[in-house]
């Protein structure tokens, strides 16, 4: 009898020996009226071809709960509705709000791998669409994150065009991406120097030694002597660090190939930092 | 009382209709309140978009796709923002759909560009491997029809005075020009080279520039307008 020790279970099984006392009671109160019960009471005046009616009151409990029911019902329609009223969107409000209050408290110190699972996750469903699922790009449809940044004709494009000349996206001279050095003029370098500096870029900052003092020259003021960017200052051109998803993130981005859409709103900032350290993890 | 009524059947009938009027106002007044005014910023459809939208109800891509996000976190994190009332004032009719077999499509214009939705309309495996949806390439031959939609536009402005031809924000531009057939077409013409030119398609640029607004361009541009 160990169920037994359930309350929940000692209930049911109450309440169905009740219905069970109950229903052979009000059987054999029908059963014996109608084997012995005899018609009484007053008779209405009105009768149909000798068919006649008692004067039958309603039952005293039933007209209560009647009564009961409009009053509570003129309460409800006036006052208990109005009052208190069910909201969908106050409902999706509290549950954002406890959503994001556990999310902060236990991602609030991340390991490498928690981010890890997490810019994987957030990268199968938002980025992967257009970056593919293996971070390739799609054949060229998209930015290839699996290889080591970005390449000569990305490089050549941007010292053409500047930071934010490409598609008609007009940033108030703060560039695309919306760092402290602001946007960077179109021009800088032209030609063969222009070609010179894509490729010692593009080549992980090695190799062409021309492409390195016209580097230190015309672009190292902002983007730092080694390419880093000067910690934030502009854009790292070496890998994507943090600042830099989440710069992409925030403002979109347009670029020789194409253009992205911006996230702004869509992520919060750990999961930025997730989505940065997963497209790390695929050129490593 | 109701043993007069029962014998006055005018009068029966006129309580009967008053207290069924009164469930359909409970459901037809809401309709007319603030909240399904058209919210701020909502502009109806030019005439591309227009066509492009006639395009997604012929290829039946509500059967497929619904265009309504409801207030629930999991929603409002893989779309954005839950969907408002006033956000389809200009929807005739709406395309709120009932199954999503696909992901819902009301902000699709937020995070997804022109030259994927060529490639997906193209050949959806390519970009989405695994997508059961089918490839749509009669869209890349099939002429959009402007007319009708251009009729549908003339006929919503005149009879349901959809702010065709007005300044609705209030800064003294007109902001969805319609004017006459031809300017409409020239307008739709201008839009359709820039969302041809987006997806890197020749054959698309070709068919425009040749006075062709192909149904895929249409219905490209009506998808980005979905913010």
């Known amino acids: 009898m160990n169920w037994l020790s359930d309350n929940v279970n000692q209930l049911a099984l109450l309440g169905a020996a009740a219905i069970l006392i109950l229903t052979i009671g009000v059987t054999w109160k029908y059963f014996k009226q109608i084997k012995e019960g005899k018609s009484e009471g007053e008779l209405k005046e009105e009768n149909w071809d000798g068919i006649g009616e008692y004067k039958n009151n309603s039952p005293v409990g039933w007209s209560l709960a009647f009564i009961g029911t409009m009053i509570w019902g003129i309460w409800y329609w006036f006052f208990g509705y109005p009052l208190d009223a069910y909201s969908q969107i106050g409902e999706y409000n509290e549950e954002v709000k406890a959503y994001q209050a556990r999310f902060e408290s236990k991602w609030a110190n991340p390991t490498k791998e928690d981010l890890l699972g997490m810019g994987e996750g957030v990268y199968l469903v938002q980025c992967s669409p257009c970056h593919g699922i293996d971070g390739t790009g799609i054949e060229g449809k998209a930015q290839d994150l699996t290889k080591r940044f970005i390449n000569k004709e990305q490089v050549l494009s941007v010292i053409e065009h500047g930071s934010a000349a490409l598609g008609d996206k007009v940033m108030d001279g703060q560039g695309q991406l919306g760092y402290p050095m602001g946007e960077m003029p179109p021009g800088l370098l032209s030609g063969a120097d222009a070609v010179a500096v894509a490729e010692y870029v593009a080549n992980g900052f090695k190799g062409n030694d021309k492409g390195a003092e016209l580097y230190q020259s015309a672009c190292a003021s902002c983007h730092g002597p080694d390419g880093t960017g000067m910690d934030g200052m502009a854009p790292n051109l070496k890998e994507y660090d943090d600042k830099l998803i989440a710069a992409v993130l925030e403002h979109g981005k347009v670029g020789i190939i194409g253009t992205m859409p911006s996230f702004k709103g869509r992520l919060t900032k750990v999961q930025e930092k997730a989505v940065a350290t997963y497209i790390r993890s695929l050129s490593e | ?227």
């Not at chain 2, 919503?156 to 969805?176: A, L, S």
Request: aromatic share 12%; proline share 6%; glycine share 6%.
């Open chain 2, 1 to 227: 009382m109701f043993s007069w009524l029962e014998k006055n059947p005018f009068f029966f009938a006129v309580g009967v209709f008053i207290v069924i009027a009164f469930a359909g106002l409970v459901e037809i007044v809401p309709d007319f309140a603030q909240q399904s005014r058209p919210v701020a910023g909502a502009k109806p459809y030019d005439l591309l978009k227009l066509a492009g939208r006639n395009v997604y109800i012929k290829d039946s891509c509500n059967a497929c796709h619904s265009q309504l996000i409801r207030p629930f976190k999991s929603e409002t994190d893989r779309y954005g923002m839950y969907s408002l009332n006033g956000e389809y004032a200009y929807d005739r009719p709406f395309l709120w759909g009932s199954k999503r077999t696909g992901p819902d499509l009301h902000r699709v214009g937020n995070y997804r560009t022109s030259d994927w939705h060529a490639n997906h309309m193209w050949d959806p495996i390519s970009v989405v491997p695994g997508s059961i949806m089918p490839a749509y390439k009669h869209m890349f031959t099939n002429e959009t029809d402007l007319e009708t939609a251009y009729a549908e536009a003339v006929t919503v402005k005149k009879v349901f005075n959809v702010p065709y031809d007005k300044d609705i924000d209030g800064d003294g531009k007109i902001d969805v020009p319609l004017g006459s057939f031809e300017e409409a077409k020239e307008r739709a013409l201008k839009e359709a080279l820039k969302v041809a030119e987006e997806t890197k398609r020749e054959d698309l640029v070709q068919m425009v520039k040749s006075g062709k607004i192909p149904e895929i361009v249409a219905l490209i541009a009506y998808l980005n307008g979905l913010k």
